[in-house]
């Protein structure tokens, strides 16, 4: 659990154990064992799991408990590798996706760019359909005027 999830008297046990004032409010207590870890351990994270432990007359664990913690350990490990596999293959899949992506967006380009050679086509006939409509309005007025001479 993370420091500020600690409640203050947990809290104060800390701080007494490293003979550390213990008092203030949450957020003092916090922030001074906080420290205290980092000038312990280096930079503590927020996020860092910290457990309190109950003082015990022995130091050594016995057999038991080894095992206990061993296959708890084993346990995380497994699940660590299971989620490892899990993002592997989510890496993969989203490749796969990502190819189908880029494979559709050159067809749709490919299409995208016969649409806009259509649409230049047209622009050009209909830009053609004027200058020749321009022109045959030239060559009337042209006509008009050297009838109008004659």
Not at 15 to 35: E, I, P
Not at 37 to 44: H, I, L, N, R, T
Not at 48 to 71: A, N
């Amino acid at each position: 659990m993370a420091l500020y999830t600690l409640n203050i008297s947990e809290l104060r046990t800390e701080l007494q154990s490293r003979g550390l004032d213990s008092k203030g409010n949450h957020a003092t207590l916090v922030r001074r064992l906080n420290k205290a870890m980092e000038d312990e351990w280096g930079k503590v994270s927020e996020n860092m799991d910290f457990v309190i432990e109950k003082e015990t007359t022995k130091m050594d664990f016995d057999k038991e408990q080894f095992q206990h913690k061993l296959e708890e350990l084993r346990s995380r490990c497994s699940k660590l590798s299971d989620c490892y596999r899990d993002v592997s293959c989510i890496e993969k899949k989203l490749e796969e996706i990502l190819e189908h992506q880029n494979v559709l967006y050159k067809e749709s380009t490919e299409k995208s760019n016969i649409s806009v050679l259509n649409l230049y086509q047209r622009n050009f006939v209909t830009d053609m359909e004027n200058v020749r409509n321009v022109m045959v309005t030239g060559l009337e007025t042209l006509l008009e005027i050297k009838n109008k001479k004659n």
